[in-house]
């Protein structure tokens, strides 16, 4: 019995000493060794380590995780004078564990120190920033990105110098604009669609016109070289009309005189118009006179 | 005491102690199932990463094996709340709304997936969010700062259409190097837009932009209409005027032919017999103006002059 008794003081006192005397350092974590309360020691690679038992040593833990962090956004002023909600977020890990141990003693503290840092960092940089450089379709816009790179560069400064704190992004997350400036952008948002919807509608009317005009133009062309084909045929017609009445006529060219010139009296000559006679006319010869004197001679070829 | 007591209090501590060595050695017995990975931590450091199967460690406290589901694609909303999303509540306009190049402002909900690539890192490399959100949403605090930086440079209409693939693409790759900066431990499979609209108060005035593409397209389709009708209607007319003159050519040639055969019929017949011919043409003629009229006949051989007033 008394074998037992020892057997177990002696495991305790193992297991006892065990915990007192080594620190397991995790993968998130630092590990600072204070002797009689004095930080001296940071461990900081993860592992079993040996210490001095407590009271002498004791041990404080950092979390040296990759902290994300995101302020409440704000409203600042940009450069030109333009109001814009700004949200942001901050990304950071422990440096120096000594040195964070001392100014903020733990992750809460060094949360709300480094919001304050941050918000009056971004207020300072947008105050120089124009909002129209921010967001701007403009090509090789890259404004921002040094915004970014300038916020991160300054937090990281202060809260390295400070903090003991390396911070690995400090940037803008969410842009948008308070009530009043979102209403007047909606306005002019409305304002450029009618302009836009305005010219897509001229120009479908103008395309439209532009059809019709050609239609136009190619319908008067088509009637045009009809009407001077029919021309050129009347013309031809009228020639070979000419050539065959002349090829004709030529054949028996006084015949044609004297037949032309009958056909002409026969026009000439209707029933209003007044024939004075002489007797002596060779028309009535062969009433009042005797026949044979005078009658004309039409053709001289007998 | 006997043998047999002696046995006893021999072997029951044996038996005892063996018990407690087995189950302190299943305390490094692990099974890792086909879609996880196992990390294993020795005194609280990373020391391995193992497949999935029965995977043996030291026992606590000296090893410990954490499993991850690293074949699982994980995703993560942007520009609203899944848990919103379920419930039917629209997105907060803080939420939804980025602002587009020539501070417009547009509404959009993407979808980012991935899948867990470096466990270890994953596991143990960022901290709970002070919302007391997993790491997993650094990713999408990682994603809105690229987009907005983005879209910030990006006309209206590109992230409303032409633009969006571009926008995925680049997103992916920009994020994912904002991802390696905060060792997250992940792998974006692909950025998704959702949705891309303008916001509910500008709507009308967007959709009235579509309604005038519409409106010009229907502008042409008539004026193509007109085009149809007009121009076969004029070809019509151009035939009709091309035949007409044909018409007329042909009449106007069998006229003169018709003439010209008359003539030479009558010149023949009146060479036959040339005076009487001629003789009965002309009388025929005269006979035909002078049956017409009036007439007054005269003699002219008379004493008196013939007086004769004519009236109109």
Redo the contacts between chains.
């Keep these: 019995m008394r074998k037992l008794f020892w057997t177990l003081i002696i495991i305790g006192l193992l297991i006892a000493a065990w915990l007192g005397c080594t620190v397991?350092?995790?993968?998130?974590?630092t590990v600072i060794l204070t002797r009689f309360g004095d930080p001296h020691d940071p461990l900081e690679?993860?592992?079993?380590y040996f210490k001095l038992p407590p009271p002498i040593e004791t041990t404080i833990r950092i979390?040296r995780?990759?902290?994300?962090?995101?302020p409440p956004?704000q409203e600042y002023l940009t450069a030109d004078k333009k109001n814009v909600?700004v949200?942001c977020?901050l990304?950071w890990e422990v440096r120096d564990a000594i040195q964070f141990l001392k100014s903020v003693r733990n992750?809460q503290g060094a949360?709300s120190r480094l919001n304050d840092i941050l918000l009056a960092e971004v207020n300072t940089i947008l105050g120089e920033t124009q909002?129209?450089a921010?967001?701007?379709?403009?090509p090789g816009?890259v404004t921002?990105?040094q915004v970014?790179e300038e916020i991160t560069q300054r937090t990281a400064a202060k809260a390295q110098e400070n903090l003991g704190v390396r911070v690995?992004?400090a940037?803008?997350?969410?842009?948008?604009?308070p009530g009043d400036n979102?209403t007047a952008?909606?306005r002019?948002?409305?304002a450029?669609?009618?302009k836009?919807?305005?010219e897509?509608?001229s120009?479908?009317?103008a395309?439209?016109?532009?059809?019709?005009n050609?239609?136009?133009r190619?319908?008067a062309a088509?009637?045009s070289?009809?009407?001077s084909?029919?021309?050129r045929?009347?013309g031809?017609?009228?020639a070979?009309?000419?050539r065959?009445?002349a090829?004709?006529?030529e054949?028996?060219p006084e015949?044609?005189e004297?037949?032309r010139a009958?056909e002409a009296?026969?026009k000439?000559?209707?029933?209003?118009?007044?024939?004075?006679?002489?007797?002596?006319s060779p028309?009535?010869e062969g009433l009042l006179r005797k026949p044979g004197a005078g009658?004309?001679k039409?053709?001289g070829?007998? | 005491m006997s043998d047999r007591s002696k046995l006893l209090r021999f072997l029951v501590p044996i038996v005892l102690l063996i018990g407690v060595a087995v189950w302190w050695g299943t305390t490094g017995v692990w099974v890792v199932q086909q879609d996880e990975q196992g990390v294993v931590t020795r005194f609280g450091k990373v020391d391995r990463v193992v497949q999935p199967g029965m995977q043996f460690t030291l026992p606590a406290p000296f090893e410990r094996l954490e499993r991850v589901r690293t074949t699982e694609v994980r995703i993560m909303p942007v520009g609203y709340k899944l848990r919103d999303d379920v419930l039917g509540i629209p997105p907060l306009a803080e939420e939804i709304q980025w602002l587009t190049g020539n501070t417009n402002i547009v509404e959009m909900k993407l979808m980012l997936q991935y899948v867990i690539s470096d466990p270890a890192r994953y596991l143990f490399r960022v901290a709970d969010l002070p919302s007391g959100e997993s790491p997993d949403f650094a990713i999408r605090k990682a994603a809105e700062s690229v987009l907005t930086r983005l879209v910030g440079e990006m006309a209206i209409d590109d992230v409303l259409s032409i633009g969006k693939a571009k926008l995925q693409a680049t997103a992916r790759s920009e994020i994912q190097e904002q991802i390696e900066l905060l060792q997250l431990g992940v792998t974006l499979v692909a950025v998704n837009i959702l949705e891309a609209n303008p916001p509910a108060e500008v709507r009308g005035a967007f959709n009235d932009v579509i309604n005038a593409y519409a409106d010009g397209e229907r502008q042409k389709t008539q004026a193509d209409g007109y085009r149809r009708k007009t121009l076969p209607g004029e070809r019509a007319r151009a035939d009709q005027i091309e035949q007409e003159a044909q018409i007329y050519a042909k009449e106007r040639i069998e006229a003169a032919k018709g003439v010209a055969a008359r003539f030479a019929a009558m010149a023949t017949e009146v060479k036959a017999a040339p005076r009487v011919s001629r003789l009965r043409l002309w009388l025929e003629t005269v006979e035909a103006f002078l049956a017409r009229g009036e007439r007054i006949v005269y003699d002219d051989t008379a004493e008196q002059p013939f007086r004769l007033r004519v009236t109109k």
């Design positions: 397991q350092v995790a993968e998130w974590e690679e993860p592992g079993l979390d995780r990759v902290q994300i962090q995101d956004s909600i949200d977020f990304a992750v949360r909002l129209s921010l967001i701007t379709t403009e816009n921002m990105r970014n690995l992004a940037k803008i997350k969410r842009l948008n604009f979102k952008v909606f002019r948002m409305e450029e669609r009618e836009i919807a305005q897509i509608r120009q479908g009317f395309e439209a016109q532009k059809i019709r050609q239609t136009e190619e319908a088509i009637v070289e009809a009407q084909a029919a021309e045929i009347r031809e017609a009228d070979e009309a000419t065959v009445y090829e004709a006529f054949k028996d015949f044609y004297f037949l009958l009296y026969g000439m000559f209707d029933e209003n118009t007044l024939w004075v006679i002489p007797h002596s028309l009535l009658l004309p039409a053709n070829d007998d």
